[in-house]
């Protein structure tokens, strides 16, 4: 066993991975782990595709190093249970290319766990660091309102 073996808390299952200890997490999680849900959209943190929990709070995984999560429990994508989120996610058709989406729920799913009721400035705020290309954040604002109870759910047109 080398001095680079560590322990992984992910989606709840524990995972040891010989890996040195500054290796970004989403290296870890996509090709070591085969969970590529996360995206690797920039590298420098700015676009938000690599957006996991860590303790309950959203990280960009290309900048958090394995070192930086030893004994934290860590949630990605697969491990994610906010479903009213992602009915509302498919009610609003936020999805269009669909590269974002992993990252822009994870950090929807943190807000709404740290406010049931945020206002349009909250959302703002919290999903100011996720960059859609599709240009849906009306349809991402209009999501979490649905998943929150804020607002009532609709027939959607197809």
Excluded at 93 to 120: E, F, H, T
Aim: glycine share 10%.
């Amino acid at each position: 066993m080398s001095d680079n073996y560590l322990t992984l808390k992910i989606n709840g299952k524990l995972f040891q991975l010989d890996a040195d200890p500054k290796m970004p997490v989403l290296w870890a999680v996509r090709d070591m782990l085969g969970l590529t849900g996360t995206k690797y959209g920039c590298g420098a943190g700015l676009c938000g595709a690599c957006t996991i929990h860590v303790d309950g709070k959203p990280a960009r995984a290309c900048l958090t190093s394995l070192s930086q999560v030893q004994g934290k429990e860590l949630t990605t994508i697969e491990g994610l249970e906010a479903n009213k989120l992602k009915q509302a996610w498919t009610e609003h058709k936020v999805p269009q290319c669909g590269y974002c989406q992993s990252g822009q729920l994870m950090s929807a799913a943190a807000l709404l766990s740290q406010n049931s009721k945020p206002n349009d400035s909250d959302i703002d705020e919290a999903m100011a660091g996720n960059i859609c290309r599709c240009g849906t954040y009306s349809r991402i604002k209009s999501a979490i309102k649905l998943a929150s109870g804020q607002t009532k759910s609709q027939e959607v047109i197809a």
